[in-house]
């Protein structure tokens, strides 16, 4: 985080990352929205599985991250953070493309293996990446000076 910030903050690059990011996300999805297909023919077909995917993952899911942000720059305020708006922002959006490869994983596991133990630990890992490298950055941006 401290080398992304030093080559200048800036929205643009907040907003690229959480595109990235959730359409990385609507990726790992598809592996298991095709299982799911597969495994209950009288169901919804593949396609709109995965518009309804799509339309969550990169329509919607940016800008519930940008509450979340929001959200966590007010509770870090309310503990003496000294960061901004946008510096939340940003440690949020790195977090969740820092973690994608876990959750591409975590994807291949639920389409290809499924429910069971695998996609349990596999799903908790990536949770837990996302969480650590997040609140990593959020610390590192909300300390004063920065």
Known sequence: ????????????????????????????????????????????????????????????????FYGLAALSHILAKLVGGQGTWLTARLALFWGLLAATPAVLLNGLVAGFIGPGPALTITSVLAFAAFLFIWLSCLAYVEQPDV
């Open 1 to 64: 985080m401290a080398q992304h910030l030093a080559r200048g903050a800036n929205e643009s690059r907040g907003l690229a990352w959480v595109m990235i990011a959730c359409l990385l996300l609507f990726v790992a999805q598809l592996p298991k929205l095709s299982r799911d297909a597969f495994l209950n023919p009288e169901g919804p077909e593949f396609d709109a599985l995965a518009g309804g995917a799509f339309l969550g993952a990169v329509l919607i899911a940016p800008l519930l």
